[in-house]
């Protein structure tokens, strides 16, 4: 057991390295597609992490016109038209209400790597969003969780539900 702990734990640093090492090497430039279609405007929270630069790319080649709230607008290497970065922290709630005004959607690729230390990113974070979605009646909310988030943990092997 204690093998497989360390095993695990060493997988995780090697993957986040890895992860944070691939966000930042090249600046993305994205031409623009005519998609025919209404614009819809996405706000995306964490789109300097490992799977928010991905959607973040994603919706700007699939015509979205994107916001990003990001802590650090250094660390989003992509240009686009249609990206507007603003700078604000999630655990700032007139942040994060300045960033849903006008959107019709939000995205949340909100995550941290503080494996052992107990935060308050997702839950306040997350309630900041909830919040400010409400009071500017933005109705469509994609979030990323872990696992065993709600009904998914009845999917959960024996193994992981203890671990
Ligand atoms: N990767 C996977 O395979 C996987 C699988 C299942 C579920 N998930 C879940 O999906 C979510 C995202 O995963 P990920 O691997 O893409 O995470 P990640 O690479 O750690 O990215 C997390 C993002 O959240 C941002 N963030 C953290 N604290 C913030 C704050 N206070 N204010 C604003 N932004 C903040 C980070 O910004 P900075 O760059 O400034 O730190 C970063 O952009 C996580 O909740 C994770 O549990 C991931």
Redesign the pocket.
């Known amino acids: 057991m204690t093998t497989f702990l360390l095993l695990l734990i060493v997988y995780a640093i090697a993957l986040a390295i890895g992860?944070a090492r691939r966000g930042l090497t090249s600046v993305t430039k994205i031409s623009v597609v005519p998609t025919g279609r209404p614009l819809t405007r996405i706000l995306i929270?964490?789109?300097?992490?490992?799977?928010?630069r991905q959607l973040l790319v994603r919706a700007l080649e699939q015509g979205y016109v994107v916001k990003a709230?990001?802590?650090?607008p250094g660390?989003l290497s992509v240009e686009h038209p249609h990206l507007t970065v603003v700078h604000g922290?999630?655990?700032d709630y007139s942040a994060v209400e300045k960033a849903v005004r006008g959107q019709d959607a939000v995205i949340s690729?909100?995550?941290?790597?503080r494996f052992f230390v107990l935060t308050r990113?997702?839950s306040e974070?997350t309630r900041n969003v909830l919040r400010a979605m409400e009071t500017y009646s933005v109705r469509r909310f994609v979030c990323?969780?872990?696992l065993g988030i709600g009904t998914a943990s009845a999917a959960w092997a024996f193994t992981t539900h203890y671990l």
């Open positions: 992860l929270i964490g789109a300097t992490g490992g799977t928010g709230l990001v802590r650090d660390k922290d999630v655990l690729a909100l995550g941290h790597r990113i997702l974070g990323e969780t872990s």
